[in-house]
């Protein structure tokens, strides 16, 4: 038998303060094989630790389980204590009567009985635990970049400075991303453009930086330090070594009806186009579904009129593999199209527009040239009005229950702009809160509603119609406690924002991990902001959550120092739980290896000995170099031949055993 | 019948395989056992009409650790069976020649079970008993067994010779799944009293799990020592209960629902049901899937698109 320590934890009162841990300790020294058993107020201490290594010393422990936090926190602290005394690190188990008990029960004495329970099964499991060593494995370093916006850039640019190769991918023809489109950023109005093309020149020109533009990823495989990546690099139909950006191509292209995605829609591009002026690459790019050759074969304006002979009807979406030791997803956001709100009238009254389609509207480079005119019919508008919150903090199906956190700085940069630009229109803000948190933000807010005089009205709309070719604006002003009803030219609807749709998809292949909204999940809200629980992927900027241009920067920039952190080792320690086959109950049907995430298992022909004869027969064979333990195939297997180590499915059956004893 | 014979009898002299796995006549009147027969002579005792129920797929294995290459003779449901042990890399492809023979649907066995039959025969639309108490009659219609009642036509989903014309689809008969709605429709302790009346039937006799083609590790978790889940007697009222689950949800994803399960039990326990139930549910949550349609791919419980049902998004959750 075994003999087996059990350490439970007051963790102060975090777990004390609802468990009897006095009492778990005592039902510990009932099960046979607990030769010790006692409470400490914080085992994670130097004196708690001390108390396990002692009883290590003195009992001469083969196993030991400690009752307190997730192992998330502090397994390796107590693996390492037993490391020390010569116990090997794997002998050790924890009950989590933290997280899993206290926190989570108010009643004392079920707390208490569900906490013996927690600490039964640990036991049953160290008992059936078995010494592991951990192999190391190498890191490859090079990093991707997966998103070529503004925190893309930022991440990738400071992991290139401190000497790694780093590959962005971006799936649109341009690296830029959402900030290319902005006008001003708040809160010192600043030209976008003129602080993100430096940035966006200086990626293109380091040569540590590789960009993969109108390219996604396909497909990941690997784990932390040693990740293969596909990439898809879709046919541009333009030669990226021939084509100079000249332009001509776009001036002669017959097909101009595509919406030009540059500026929200709001006017046309050609086919074959170069999304905006300081695009990176200069490259033009065809869009296949609006070009009259590659639709009818009819037409060939771009090939004849170019110089450079860089038109190539015939290029093919090209499939790249590369190597990598850390990945980072920068794959940012969108704002949500308001059509479920039909009060609003978004798609009905074209003078209803969103946040971001104003900003073309005052860009130089926008479709009115910076005049902000109605999309309707062109007029100056007089009347403006502004409502916040759009499909953000709400309750129903249509909204998303988050604060999208930027709309009320930049409704308030809108607000200023106009109201400086054009002091004759009335600009007018329907609002919930005014959030403005943040260095200079609160002044900045100020400034609009005190100095220039941006009407703010606290309170809702709850409908926009037309009457006599008007829009009209209905709300409530809670502050004066009346319904108020107005005419406005042009209404402008901020609205929230969401993770790219992609998103989804990369997280899948990612394998990390994702909350209600798509946004990615950090692996400590707190303490890891900017890694994912899967090892080797970190995030940067909005896909994690609503972030202004700041504090993107700032996280992108905490992502790049994690990974410097990683690509700097020589080696990484690897996971000893592995999955082994019992090869002569293997029938080699191969449903292990349609599991795996990893691509660890194959097949072998294999000559075994069955009952005393010798027999050649197709088994699984695991790459323990790639199995990342995750136990999909254990479970997989029809026949239970699959085990993983630390894990192993006597384990698992021993410990639901004590617990449903 | 007469062409069945010729054509194995053909393969069998000119080499073209080893041995033929066909039916014989059983025992008892009405019963027909699966048999190898490795010449000419033998195949003279070859037989197959309605009577032959068993489906000889999973026979192949064991084939299969013989030299050479076996000759199976397969009724459309059977095929699927075979195309799913192919999948499963349990049956090389090259070591069976497949001969596809039509089927016109089986007859159930417990229609003249404890009758004293001394001979069963089929005279046209009628079922014709000689007893110990003399000549009975039963209407054919009501002689099927509960599969060929809701028959998924004719088509066979692998074959090498055909020995009837390519079937075209022809329409599910019935509802398959109509019994398991039913069973939905009922309370949590409706449900969980059918079954436990129904599982207390069980004698584990294990005849389920050795006729069931899916069911065919090398080892059962309830003989090996490997999980400490070897059952000698059941210690509780629920063990013979969690046989047929545990059964169940190995099968998942892989079960063609050939109903060899519920024809074998000798205590006449609906088996297919459970089997039903796990395949209506994938094609809920996952769309419409044969297990054997294909001797590629992957079941969808070891297959993961982005399209794929979220867990919470189950029915019943």
């Avoid at chain 1, 909204?517 to 609503?546: W, Y």
């Amino acid at each position: 038998m075994p003999k087996i320590g059990v350490f439970v934890c007051h963790c102060g009162s975090n777990i004390a303060g609802t468990v009897d841990v006095e009492k778990v300790a005592a039902a510990a020294r009932t099960i046979p094989g607990v030769v010790v058993a006692c409470d400490y107020r914080y085992m994670c201490s130097e004196a708690g630790q001390e108390t396990i290594t002692k009883a290590i010393r003195e009992y001469g422990l083969d196993g030991v389980v400690v009752c307190s936090c997730s192992p998330r926190m502090h397994e390796a602290t107590f693996r390492r204590a037993a490391e020390r005394e010569g116990l090997n690190p794997y002998m050790v188990e924890i009950a989590n009567i933290r997280e899993q008990c206290s926190w989570i029960h108010k009643n004392r004495e079920e707390a208490t009985e569900k906490a013996i329970v927690l600490m039964r099964a640990a036991v049953a499991k160290v008992k059936r635990d078995t010494p592991l060593t951990a192999g190391r494995s190498g890191v490859t370093r090079r990093a991707l970049v997966i998103g070529g916006g503004i925190a893309g850039l930022s991440t990738a640019l400071d992991v290139a400075n401190a000497g790694y190769e780093v590959d962005i991918v971006e799936k649109e023809p341009t690296i830029g991303g959402k900030m290319a489109q902005l006008d001003k950023t708040f809160p010192t109005l600043d030209c976008s453009a003129c602080i993100l093309t430096p940035k966006m020149v200086e990626a293109a020109q380091n040569e540590n930086i590789n960009l993969y533009t109108y390219s996604e990823v396909e497909k990941v495989s690997g784990y932390v330090g040693n990740f293969t990546v596909t990439i898809r690099k879709k046919a541009r139909f333009v030669r990226e070594d021939r084509c100079t950006g000249c332009g001509a191509c776009m001036e002669k292209c017959p097909s101009r009806k595509a919406k030009n995605e540059f500026n929200c829609g709001l006017n046309t591009r050609s086919a074959i186009y170069i999304p905006f002026a300081q695009a990176i690459p200069n490259v033009a790019v065809i869009d296949a579904q609006h070009c009259l050759k590659l639709q009818t074969g009819k037409c060939g304006v771009c090939e004849k009129v170019c110089a450079a002979g860089a038109i190539d009807y015939t290029q093919q979406d090209e499939l790249i593999q590369r190597e990598y030791g850390a990945i980072v997803a920068a794959t940012g956001f969108q704002p949500i199209r308001p059509y479920q709100f039909g009060e609003y009238g978004y798609g009905r009254y074209p003078d209803v527009i969103t946040s971001l389609e104003l900003e073309r509207l005052m860009n130089a480079a926008g479709p009115t040239d910076g005049e902000l005119r109605c999309p309707s019919d062109g007029r100056k508008p007089k009347n403006i009005v502004f409502i916040q919150c759009v499909g953000s903090r709400g309750q129903t199906c249509r909204d998303k229950s988050y604060c999208s956190k930027i709309c009320c700085m930049y409704t308030a940069k809108h607000a200023m702009l106009i109201r400086d630009h054009w002091p004759d229109m009335d600009v007018h803000v329907f609002y919930i809160d005014v959030r403005t948190p943040g260095k200079n933000f609160d002044e900045f807010y100020r400034r609009a509603a005190e100095e220039y005089q941006v009407d703010y009205r606290k309170g809702q709309v709850g409908k926009i119609y037309e009457e006599d070719g008007h829009l009209m604006v209905q709300g409530s002003d809670l502050l004066e406690d009346r319904q108020v009803l107005m005419p406005a030219d042009l209404v402008v609807l901020a609205v929230a924002v969401e993770p790219s749709p992609d998103a989804r998809k990369l997280a899948t292949m990612l394998t990390a991990s994702m909350d209600n909204n798509d946004f990615f999940t950090e692996a400590h809200p707190k303490l890891r902001p900017v890694e994912s629980p899967t090892a080797g992927i970190f995030l940067s900027g909005m896909c994690q959550g609503p972030k202004d241009i700041p504090e993107t920067v700032s996280q992108a920039g905490a992502a790049a120092a994690k990974v410097i952190g990683l690509l700097s080792k020589k080696e990484l320690t690897a996971n000893p739980c592995t999955a082994h086959p019992e090869e002569v109950r293997c029938n080699g049907c191969g449903e292990c290896e349609k599991v795996c995430p990893y691509g660890a298992i194959s097949y072998e022909e294999k000559e075994l000995r069955v009952m005393g004869r010798r027999e050649k027969r197709r088994v699984a064979v695991v790459n323990t170099a790639l199995c990342q333990g995750c136990g999909a195939c254990t479970v997989a297997c029809p026949s239970g031949v699959m085990d993983l180590q630390g894990f192993s499915n006597r384990q698992i059956l021993a410990e639901v055993d004590a617990i449903c004893r | 019948m007469q062409r069945i014979k010729e054509t194995l009898t053909h393969w069998l002299q000119s080499g073209q395989v080893d041995r033929v796995l066909g039916w014989k006549e059983g025992d008892m009147p009405g019963l027909r056992e699966p048999a190898f027969f490795e010449n000419a002579e033998e195949l003279k005792s070859l037989c197959y009409d309605a009577f032959c129920g068993p489906n000889l797929s999973k026979f192949l294995i064991a084939a299969g650790e013989k030299d050479g290459v076996t000759a199976v003779v397969l009724k459309p449901c059977d095929s699927y069976s075979l195309n799913e042990l192919i999948r499963e890399n349990r049956v090389q492809r090259d070591r069976v020649k497949i001969l596809a023979v039509p089927c016109e649907g089986n007859i159930d066995p417990r229609v003249f079970e404890n009758r004293g039959v001394l001979s069963v025969s089929i005279e046209g639309d009628q079922l014709h008993l000689t007893t110990l108490y003399g000549e009975e009659n039963e209407p054919l219609a009501r002689c099927f067994l509960e599969r060929c009642t809701v028959c998924r036509g004719g088509r066979h989903a692998v074959y090498d010779e055909l020995l009837c014309p390519e079937a075209e689809e022809t329409p599910q008969k019935g509802d398959r799944f109509e019994a398991v709605r039913e069973l939905e429709e009922k309370s949590e302790e409706e449900r969980y009293a059918f079954w436990q009346e129904t599982f207390s039937r069980c004698i584990r006799c294990n005849a389920c799990r050795n006729a069931c083609p899916a069911c065919n590790c090398r080892e059962c978790v309830f003989d090996g020592a490997a999980l400490d889940s070897r059952q000698k007697a059941a210690a509780v009222p629920f063990e013979e209960s969690l046989f047929h689950i545990v059964r169940a949800y190995h099968v998942t994803g892989r079960c063609t629902d050939c109903g060899e399960c519920s024809r074998v039990c000798p205590s006449h326990i609906p088996l297919h049901l459970l089997n039903r139930k796990m395949i209506l549910d994938i094609n809920t949550l996952y769309g419409p899937y044969q297990a054997g349609d294909s001797d590629k791919g992957r079941s969808p419980l070891t297959d993961y698109t982005p399209d794929d049902c979220e867990p919470n998004q189950g029915k019943g959750a």
